[in-house]
């Protein structure tokens, strides 16, 4: 009789532990308040006119405008690590500047870091502020 008596409490015992470790997992994926959704940026990205790194242009002055740009802003340390990692991409001598900047000011300094160091070629700053 005391074994089985023992023997239920265990399992009642398991049984809520395994329930309340099943819950705990619930709440570690459970991020439905924060959860991230680009939704929206991933649809506007698939659009034709959105350019992407693959649109690059692998003519050598292409090349060399956003090589140029890409030392430029890498150099400038006023920028944080997330306005030097934003896409440069260069083609028929116009240059696309997409990706979030922290500031305001970020985007401006590197819309004038590419205007300097276009040689001549068009700006189409598309950056985006996240803390708009």
Same mark, same amino acid.
């Given at each position: 009789m005391k074994r089985t008596t023992l023997s239920l409490?265990?399992?009642a015992a398991l049984a809520v532990s395994a329930s309340a470790s099943e819950q705990k997992k619930d709440d570690k994926? !459970?991020?439905?308040?924060?959860?991230a959704d680009n939704t929206g %940026?991933?649809?506007? !990205?698939r659009s034709d006119d959105a350019k992407t =790194?693959?649109?690059? =242009?692998?003519s050598p002055e292409d090349i060399k405008i956003t090589a140029a740009i890409r030392r430029a802003v890498v150099a400038d340390d006023s920028l944080t690590?997330?306005?030097?990692?934003? %896409?440069i991409?260069?083609?028929d001598s116009v240059v696309t500047l997409r990706g979030p900047v922290n500031t305001a000011a970020e985007k401006t300094t590197i819309g004038q870091i590419a205007q300097k160091n276009a040689g001549g070629a068009r700006?189409?700053?598309q950056l985006e502020v996240k803390n708009d």
């Open positions: 409490l265990c399992v994926h !459970d991020h439905s308040e924060h959860a %940026k991933n649809e506007r !990205d =790194s693959g649109d690059q =242009s692998n690590m997330t306005a030097t990692n934003i %896409k991409i260069t083609a700006i189409d700053n």
